[in-house]
């Protein structure tokens, strides 16, 4: 079970948090025109990379907050986390 | 029976309490203190059991976690336990265990033909055997295989037991109470860390118990319950034993096992039977020790050959004899310890020792007490069924390849040493990529991967000295990284017998024109053959190897058998272990109880139960209760004998003719407010939001990004800046998260804030006819005409002097309102809606009679919006904004969804009008077409219409608005039923939707 530094609420278990997927897809504007092939990469394309990966975690059990951590896929290392709004390295 | 294997003055049983259980049905004596194994060796008795694959018979081999034979089934407190260790579990009065894997019993095992046939059961034979023709798998080669295998049978009764979950957090978790353990633990609780010490035997200690040393001036024993007196009285230590810490996971966090009353007759009350530890701990020292290794020679599965270690624990821990006759049979000096405590105990042992002239201080001290020993000799083959009666022994060559001089000797016990293997289970576990020591041919940890250290002989440290000075420093190094005490103990001296180099050599050659059995793995029945085979069969991989021959893969996890089956299959292909490399271990390193890991988390635990607050007003009047989600809502209320199709009927159709209330406590509430909260719901729903009035309320839709139907519900803007968002029950908490991350990471410029107010709000649904009258009574201060409350509107109103809002809303398809007050005066509100509601003819009604209602209006629910409809599928087109983007929208041009044979909701009428629809039929063309038998969509909700009086469905169909008016048939191959049946529209009644406007 992972432990999860939230930048709101400091270091939790994994199971006050679920998971929330690829954290650098951007979402398309809105009113935008779009191509098939671009909205289907953005609703279903995930790259599924061996090693770092900065992903979105939801403090469900916390403060309700979506945060994003770069951890390792294959060691389930945790580098840095971050709050929604801030930039990542 | 008398025990005649016991010492009179040595152990650390408890001979004042004699204890009495049952094996295999037969009464025997033992002491407070005693394991089931070490109480049967003192009757003299080591037949427990028979072999997984040959049937062979089985004795005791180890007296701990590494045992590989002595699997039992026990009983306690009319409970069934199987895959209990003997080794283990300590005996209680009454106690009753019986062996596994025989039949009809121990002494006379059907299944020993195996024995006899085992040119049938070689390497891969369940993958050879059991294969063709498939036909036979179930009626012969399963039913053969469930019979022949396992090791006991599980209770089917519900266990009454009560297992706990615990969460610890430390500095420092240890992990076995020997020298370094206690060391470790020492030296960091007094530098001020919080410790955590876990034993997984009753006593601390490990080797200090057996060992014959000093450490400051006191001996191994009693310097071991000086420090552990003195670290339990520490309030920052917590000491543990009959713990097994057997799983290593991420982030440093390890679990434990907690056995706290198997070894009392009756679990006491207050007191779980287990429990599970989970553990975070800073930093963790493995102090898991090591288990000896045993030599390979023919028949050296036969009950009496055992570790030579664990015998010496039986006579030191236990004060019970393996045997009197005993020959100890070792390449290094581990079994002269052994042979030495034999002799003092008045045994006169026979030390064959495969090295040609070793010395050290031990070999010097045997020699002395007159303890006879034959160099360079090895035992060929043990022989004896049911127990060792001999040995034939024989003097090996230099090269280790020739055998001579062989003969028979007397002997009741074959106490083997072939050096010792570090534990290194729990490193493994965590990452840490250990490396081949040349010097003690195991493998030992390399580099931490997680913050673990590994200590003594888990570390391949076999000297007391070394296992000393190690545990303090590191005790002290890691303790100080957290704490910055710089309080550093001591270290005593330590005073042990030095030993000589171990032999290399571990299998013993075959003579010539001999074929015995030579097992490697004595839980599965692995042979040098077997392994052999395997690679003669092109099988390489260690990996491969041990699924081919299930070398180390039962439930011992191969604590013996692993090492030299890497020795032996690096033998074979000429090379060094290393190369060969090792199989991963993975958790548990122990059996763990399925109870212990479930915890309290049965039955109604299993999830919360959530009530509302009118509740045993539902309860009082005969609520008939059902699951939905976490909620426990009224499914009907119960009249005399009526059945559940009665009631919900009368319910309904009172609902259709008078007024019915029903308790919507349980629908999602969100609060949304903010200057653009307007914008915010615009894009989240699919129609248009911008325009709702103040005190308006709306229905909405909202999609993933996918394009598919998320939830549905209405939100009403209570006032400027703020609106209340209701979401089905099933989805209130998924809606939330959706809102949520759209407002925190897509659009953050959004100026909204998102609350949940599910529990804030009691709610109760009133719908009939005679609604509207009800409230005038209700409200008499607040006009609810048409006029001034028309569908969809909103207000807020006084109950009795309680503030009220109500929505005209309606999810039964007739005139209705939804009227919600604080949740502590929902009872006051409900009981008021009932008392007032008399004159009307009110009835409460359940979730079926709501089902029943919105069917045949065709409202859909979860089981039309169940992740697979786009909102065309469920007749929601009209929704859907053309003007304006949403959350999904793009996703609905997309070809697959524009498909103008797409299924879509309908309903359906069996022509009959008697015959029920099951939810789930099939809706077909022709009822006899081939298989499989092209379906046109599915039955997705089934009711009794109380409006036409005969049944009606909803059916999610290909193409549906063409097929109104075709005959079809319903099919449902699970209740075998062929159903002729109409299609008709989904709206079945008031397709106007005049009542809820009246
Ligand atoms: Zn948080």
Redesign the interface.
């Known amino acids: ?3 999860i530094f939230c930048p709101h609420c400091g270091s939790r ?1 994994q199971n006050e948090f ?1 998971y ?1 997927g690829d954290a650098t897809v951007k ?2 504007e ?2 935008k025109e ?1 191509s ?1 092939q671009d ?2 990469n ?3 394309l995930r790259k599924s990379p061996r090693g770092k990966h900065l992903e ?1 975690w ?1 403090h ?1 059990s916390g403060c ?3 945060i994003k951590v770069e951890r390792d896929t294959s ?2 290392e ?1 580098f840095k986390t971050y709050k ?2 801030e930039l990542t390295e | 029976m008398s025990q005649d294997y016991r010492l009179d003055n040595i152990g650390m049983v408890n001979r004042n309490k004699k204890i009495s259980f049952t094996f295999n049905g037969k009464k025997y004596f033992g002491y407070e203190g005693d394991t089931i194994a070490s109480a049967l060796i003192a009757n003299g008795v080591h037949l427990v059991g028979r072999s997984f694959k040959y049937h062979r018979p089985r004795g005791f081999f180890g007296v701990g976690v590494d045992e590989p034979y002595a699997i039992l089934q026990l009983e306690r407190n009319n409970e069934r336990d199987p895959n209990i260790r003997a080794t283990e579990q300590e005996i209680f009065e009454g106690l009753e265990v019986k062996s596994v894997n025989c039949w009809p019993s121990v002494n006379f095992d059907i299944g020993a033909i195996n024995n006899f046939l085992k040119m049938f059961f070689p390497a891969g034979f369940y993958y050879k055997t059991f294969m063709w023709p498939p036909s036979f798998w179930y009626k012969i080669y399963e039913p053969f295989i469930r019979m022949a295998a396992g090791f006991g049978e599980a209770s089917i009764k519900h266990d009454k037991e009560r297992y706990e979950h615990k969460y610890e957090y430390c500095d420092l978790l240890i992990t076995g109470s020997g020298p370094s353990g206690l060391a470790s633990a020492y030296a960091a609780a007094k530098n001020g860390a919080r410790v955590i010490l876990a034993e997984d035997k009753p006593r601390y200690g490990g080797s200090l118990l057996t060992s014959d040393v000093n450490i400051g001036n006191q001996t191994g024993a009693e310097w071991s319950e000086k420090i552990i007196t003195e670290l339990k009285s520490m309030s920052n230590v917590i000491v543990k034993n009959r713990s097994q810490v057997f799983g290593y996971y991420d982030h440093n966090m390890l679990v434990m096992s907690e056995r706290i009353s198997d070894h009392l007759p009756k679990t006491q009350k207050y007191l779980p039977k287990q429990r599970l530890w989970y553990i975070r701990a800073k930093e963790v020292l493995i102090s898991s020790g090591s288990i000896e290794r045993p030599l390979v020679f023919g028949n050296n599965d036969t009950p009496g050959v055992m570790l030579s270690s664990a015998a010496k624990e039986y006579i030191k821990v236990y004060g019970v004899l393996v045997g009197k006759k005993p020959l100890i049979f070792t390449n290094n000096d581990s079994g002269y310890e052994t042979a030495i405590e034999f002799k003092k105990n008045g045994v006169n042992p026979l030390i064959l020792d495969t090295r040609k002239e070793p010395s050290s201080d031990i070999i010097t001290e045997a020699k002395n007490l007159g303890i006879e020993i034959k160099y360079s000799y090895v035992v060929v083959a043990a022989k004896g069924y049911k127990k060792v009666k001999s040995a034939d022994i024989a003097k090996i060559s230099d090269n280790k390849k020739d055998l001579s001089n062989i003969e028979n000797i007397e002997c009741d016990c074959i106490c083997v040493s072939g050096f010792w293997t570090p534990s290194i289970h729990l490193a493994s576990q965590s990452g840490n990529k250990s490396e081949f020591n040349e010097k003690i041919d195991a493998f030992i940890p390399k580099k931490s991967k997680q913050k673990e250290n590994t200590i003594g002989s888990a570390n391949g440290k076999f000297t007391l000295e070394e296992t000393i000075n190690e545990a303090f420093n590191k005790g002290y190094e890691v303790s100080n990284k957290i704490t910055e005490n710089n309080n550093k103990v001591s270290i005593p001296t330590v005073v042990e017998k030095k030993s000589t180099e171990h032999d290399k050599f571990w299998c013993v050659p075959l003579p010539k024109g001999k074929s015995y059995k030579r097992f490697l793995d004595f839980q599965n029945d692995v042979a040098v053959t077997d392994i052999e085979l395997a690679l003669r069969e092109g099988f390489r991989s260690i990996e491969h190897v041990k699924r081919y021959t299930t070398l180390g893969m039962a439930t011992d996890q191969g604590k013996t058998s692993n090492l030299n089956g890497l020795q032996l299959v690096s033998d074979i292909e000429n090379k060094v272990v290393p190369q060969v490399g090792h199989t991963t271990f993975r958790p548990p390193y122990t059996p763990v109880s399925i109870g212990a890991i479930v915890g309290r988390e049965v039955g109604k635990h299993s999830k919360p139960t959530r009530k509302s607050p009118m509740h045993q007003w539902h309860e009082k009047n005969n609520a008939v209760f059902v699951d939905a989600g976490v909620w426990l809502r009224p499914r009907y209320y119960k009249q005399g004998n009526e059945t559940l199709f009665e009631a919900s009927k009368r319910e309904a159709k009172n609902v259709r003719k008078n007024v019915g209330v029903c308790d919507v406590t349980t629908l999602g509430k969100i609060d949304v407010k903010g200057p653009d909260a307007a914008e915010f719901l615009n894009r989240v729903y699919t129609n248009a939001w911008l325009k709702l009035p103040v005190g308006k309320a709306r229905y909405g839709v909202m999609l993933r990004e996918d394009g598919i139907v998320m939830d549905d519900g209405t939100t009403t803007r209570i006032s400027e800046n703020h609106y209340h968002m209701t979401t089905t029950t099933a989805q209130a908490a998924n809606v939330l998260s959706h809102l949520e991350y759209y407002l925190q990471l897509v659009w953050p410029e959004l100026n909204v804030n998102v609350v949940s107010t599910t529990e804030q709000w009691a709610g109760a649904a009133i719908a009939g006819p005679n609604s509207r009258a009800l409230l005038m009574k209700l409200f008499p201060n607040t006009d609810v005409s048409n006029e001034a409350l028309p569908f969809m509107g909103y207000k807020e109103a006084d109950l009795f002097g309680i503030p009220a809002k109500i929505y005209r809303i309606s999810f039964s398809g007739e005139l209705a309102y939804e009227v919600n007050v604080e949740s502590d005066y929902g009872n006051f509100m409900w009981e008021k809606i009932i008392e007032v509601g008399k004159e009307f003819q009110i009835q409460p009604y359940g979730t079926e009679a709501l089902s029943t209602l919105r069917i045949e209006m065709g409202h859909v629910a979860g089981s039309e919006l169940d992740g697979r409809t786009i909102p065309y599928d469920a007749s929601l087109e009209g929704l859907v904004s053309k003007k304006k983007d949403f959350i999904g929208k793009r996703s609905l041009s997309r070809s697959a969804f524009t498909k103008p044979d797409r299924e879509k909701i309908v309903g359906v009428v069996p022509l009959d009008k008697t015959t029920s629809i099951p939810e789930g039929s099939y809706i077909v063309k022709d009822p006899k077409a081939k298989l499989p038998n092209p379906k046109l969509g599915h039955v997705s909700a089934s009711c009794w219409s109380v409006e036409y009086d005969n049944p009606f469905s909803l059916a999610i169909i290909k193409d549906g608005k063409n097929m109104i008016g075709q005959k079809l048939f319903a099919m449902s191959p699970l209740k075998n039923k062929t159903i002729p049946v109409e299609i008709v529209s989904s709206h079945y009644v008031d397709p106007e939707g005049k009542r809820v406007r009246a």
């Open positions: 079970m992972l432990y278990s679920a929330g979402r398309p809105l009113n779009i098939d909205w289907d953005f609703v279903y979105l939801h469900i309700r907050q979506w060691t389930h945790i929604a709004d």
